[in-house]
């Protein structure tokens, strides 16, 4: 179980070489075929690893929001980056509220994702400053035991990755709209 939390978090360096000293003791030990089957986890791990996106050479935890609004619904985007890392992301649209402000839905998503999450980063960039920021970051950092802050990039990488968590939400979006027309269109 420790493994599978340490891979969901971006660690799977130490994964690798944990199993690495498995085989070797496994080779030691005359158990080849043990030692074949650790072999090709290590291969299974760097692979995966392989695949995942480097998005911050800072090598942080930080969770990107964006939000990108429709003439009546809005789609919230969230990527999960640990280690410098895209792990995840996932969407949330909300219908029937493309015409509230964006720093609101940005200040109510945080609320209610937050409240069940599992985990918190001690950064979350968002794409616009929030009214409630201080008293977020506040609430977030006793959650989380440690400091929590809400920053809004203006330039360089951190900028270009909420763009691109944007640009993702307004794919969703897009995605949700085409969706609800064949629906509505296949009934007539």
Not at 20 to 33: D, G, H, S, V
Not at 152 to 163: F, S, W
């Amino acid at each position: 179980m420790k493994d599978v939390c340490s891979f969901l978090s971006g660690k799977q360096d130490d994964i690798a070489k944990g199993l690495e000293l498995q085989m070797k003791a496994a080779a030691e030990n005359m158990e080849f075929e043990k030692a074949a089957k650790l072999r090709d986890k290590i291969k299974s791990v760097q692979h995966i690893a392989e695949k995942q996106k480097v998005l911050s050479t800072a090598m942080e935890d930080q969770d990107i929001i964006a939000v990108e609004k429709g003439i009546t619904d809005s789609c919230a985007e969230i990527f999960f980056v640990r280690g410098g890392k895209l792990i995840g992301r996932e969407h949330f649209i909300f219908e029937g509220i493309g015409d509230v402000d964006t720093k609101e839905i940005i200040t109510s998503f945080i609320k209610q994702f937050y409240s069940i999450a599992a985990f918190i980063p001690g950064e979350i960039l968002v794409q616009e400053d929030l009214e409630e920021a201080e008293v977020i970051e506040s609430w977030l950092g006793s959650k989380r035991a440690a400091k929590v802050h809400l920053r809004v990039p203006k330039r360089g990488e951190k900028l270009h990755m909420i763009e691109m968590v944007k640009q993702n939400a307004a794919i969703s979006l897009n995605q949700f709209k085409d969706n609800r027309l064949k629906d509505e269109t296949s009934f007539i």
